[in-house]
C-alpha cells in the first residue's frame, strides 16, 4: 500500500461533502496524483463492483448500535467515508436502529426472535466467539470474497481471529491499535524527564523507566498521581505481549494463559504502583476520574486511552490536554517488558461489520464494508484524512509520524488480539477482575489471584471450547437464547 501512496504527485483535485441533515458545504482542495485514484486501485485489481451487476444498490441496511458514526458528525467535519461511496455511488442508504450499549445484546435477541432483525452490527471483539457461538451472527463468507485483492492484508486477520470451523464471522474492513499512553510535553521539560517519544525511537521505553518516572511525580499530599482513566490497567497488562486467555489460531481453540511469568510480571508492576500511590483513586471519587484527566495542570502524567482521545477539536484538546499549537499534546506506544523479547506490543482491534442472524440485507452490508474497506486504501483518502488531522486538528509532523508507527504495530505479525466480553458473561467477569485489580482501593498480589480465579478460568475456558467443537457454522442457521 506503500507504493500506491507514493504515487500521489502533483495536481488539484475539488472534494465536496455534505454533513448529514445540514445544509452547510465544506470544499477541499487537496493535492493528488495527476492520475486517477481509482484507476491506480483498478491497476492493483482492487475495484468496487459496477452498480448494474450489483443487487444490493438503491437498498437500505439497518444499523444496529448504541452510536452512528455513519451519518452523525459534525456540520464543520469533513468527511470522506466509505459511506459516501455507497450512497452516492450505489444510491443506498442506512436506517439506524439505536440501543443501549447497557442491554444491546438483549435488545437485538428481542429483535431477531420477532423476525425483525436488523442488518449489522460493529464488527467488535464483543461478540466473538461467544454471540456468534449462540447464533446471532452469520458467517460472512457468503457475501465477501477474502481472496479479492480489495481485502489483501485482512484475509488473514479475519480466518486467524474471527473465525469458526474455517468460517469467518466479521467483515474487517481495517484493524488498528487501541491504547496509546498521551502525555504533555511542558510537563515533562518542566519535571526534568525524558521525552517519551524520544525514548520510544532510541529503543528505551521500557517498564522501569516509565515506573521510575511514574514512582518520581506521584505525590498524593499534592494531589498528583501518575496514572488516572480506566484502562491503563488492561493495557500494561497487555503491552508484556500476552493476555491471560490466548487464542490458539492454529487449533482455534482458547487456553488458559494465567501461569505466564510475562503475565505475573505485568501484573506485579501493576502491583507496584497501586502500593505507590500512582493511581488516582477513582473510589475515593465515587469511582469517576478526574475531570479533564489533570494532564495539562499537572496532576497525571500518563493517560491510557483510545487513539481517538487526541482526535477533538484544538479548542477542546488544548483546554484538556494541552496547548496544540504549542506542541505540547503527544502520544506514545505502551511500554515494552524489560525482561521480554525486545517487542513493543498493542492490542490490535478489527474495524468492520458483523451480519446478523435474520438479517434481510445482507448484500447490502457486504456492499458497505467493501466501499469503507476501499476508503482505506484509496490514496486519495489517505491523503484527505492525514490533511485533516494536520490543518484541522493541527497535528504535528512527530503526531502524524506516530501514529503511523502505532498502526503498524497494531498490523505486524506479533500482534496480540484479546476478545474482552466476546468470551462469555462468565469468562469475561474472571479475566476482567483479573485484568483491572490495581484500579481497587487494595490491590493484589498476582500468586492471591491465581490462587483466587485460576480454576474459574481453567473451567470456563474449557466449557467455551466446548461450545466451539460442537458448533457447526454451516447448519446452525437458527437463533438459540
Not at 481471529?161 to 474492513?173: A, E, T
Not at 500476552?242 to 502491583?271: H, K
Not at 492490542?347 to 452490508?365: D, L, M, R
Not at 494536520?390 to 502505532?406: F, S
Request: aromatic letters at 14%.
Amino acid at each position: 500500500m506503500k507504493k500506491i501512496i507514493a504515487l500521489l504527485l502533483v495536481g488539484v483535485m475539488t472534494i465536496a461533502l455534505v454533513g448529514c441533515g445540514s445544509s452547510s458545504r465544506e470544499t477541499v482542495k487537496l493535492t493528488l496524483s495527476s492520475e486517477d485514484a481509482t484507476a491506480i486501485l483498478a491497476a492493483a485489481g482492487i475495484k468496487l463492483p459496477d452498480v448494474e451487476e450489483t443487487a444490493a444498490a438503491g437498498t437500505t441496511v439497518k444499523w444496529f448500535s448504541w452510536y452512528d458514526d455513519l451519518q452523525n458528525y459534525s456540520d464543520d467535519e469533513v468527511i470522506n467515508s466509505g459511506y459516501w461511496t455507497f450512497q452516492e455511488k450505489y444510491g443506498c442508504s442506512v436506517e439506524w436502529v439505536e440501543c443501549t450499549w447497557g442491554t444491546r445484546f438483549d435488545e437485538l435477541a428481542t429483535l431477531i426472535l420477532s423476525s425483525e432483525s436488523p442488518d449489522f452490527y460493529p464488527g467488535h471483539d464483543d461478540i466473538f466467539p461467544s454471540k456468534c457461538l449462540k447464533g446471532m451472527f452469520v458467517p460472512v463468507d457468503d457475501y465477501i470474497d477474502y481472496d479479492d485483492p480489495l481485502w489483501t492484508g485482512e484475509r488473514d486477520y479475519a480466518y486467524n481471529y474471527y473465525s469458526i470451523s474455517g468460517r469467518p464471522y466479521v467483515i474487517v474492513y481495517d484493524n488498528t491499535y487501541d491504547n496509546i499512553v498521551v502525555y504533555n510535553r511542558r510537563v515533562m521539560t518542566e519535571l526534568g524527564y525524558e521525552d517519551p517519544a524520544e525514548l520510544f525511537y532510541n529503543d528505551e521505553w521500557t517498564w522501569d523507566v516509565f515506573y521510575e518516572m511514574c514512582i518520581d511525580f506521584s505525590d498524593p499530599d499534592e494531589d498528583m498521581y501518575a496514572l488516572d482513566g480506566w484502562y491503563y490497567a488492561v493495557a500494561l497488562m497487555h503491552s508484556c505481549g500476552e493476555s491471560i486467555v490466548v487464542y490458539n489460531t492454529e487449533t482455534q481453540q482458547f487456553e488458559s494463559n494465567i501461569d505466564s511469568p510475562a503475565i505475573e510480571r505485568a501484573a506485579s508492576l501493576l502491583y507496584d504502583l497501586s502500593k505507590n500511590e500512582c493511581l488516582y483513586p477513582v473510589w475515593d471519587h465515587g469511582w469517576s476520574t478526574r475531570e479533564g484527566n489533570g494532564i495539562k495542570q499537572g496532576l497525571c502524567l500518563f493517560y491510557f486511552g483510545y487513539s481517538t482521545i487526541v482526535w477533538g477539536t484544538v479548542d477542546v484538546i488544548s483546554q484538556e490536554w494541552g496547548d496544540v499549537t504549542e506542541g505540547e499534546v503527544m502520544f506514545v506506544p505502551l511500554p515494552r517488558d524489560d525482561d521480554g523479547d525486545g517487542n513493543y506490543y498493542t492490542e490490535s482491534i478489527p474495524t468492520g461489520y458483523a451480519i446478523i442472524q435474520g438479517s434481510k440485507n445482507p448484500e447490502g452490508v457486504a456492499l458497505l464494508a467493501a466501499c469503507m474497506r476501499f476508503k482505506v486504501v484509496d490514496p486519495t483518502v489517505v491523503s484527505l484524512d492525514r490533511r485533516q488531522l494536520e490543518e484541522k486538528y493541527l497535528w504535528t509532523e512527530e503526531m502524524l509520524d506516530m501514529y503511523d508507527t502505532c498502526y503498524a504495530l497494531s498490523t505486524a505479525s506479533n500482534i496480540i488480539v484479546t476478545y474482552g466480553e466476546g468470551y462469555g458473561d462468565k469468562l469475561y467477569s474472571v479475566t476482567d477482575a483479573l485484568e483491572r485489580f490495581s484500579v481497587q482501593k487494595d490491590a493484589s498480589t498476582w500468586a492471591a489471584l491465581k490462587e483466587s480465579y485460576g480454576e474459574q478460568v481453567d473451567y470456563y475456558v474449557d466449557q467455551l471450547n466446548e461450545e466451539i467443537a460442537n458448533y457447526d457454522p454451516y447448519s446452525a442457521s437458527d437463533y438459540a437464547e
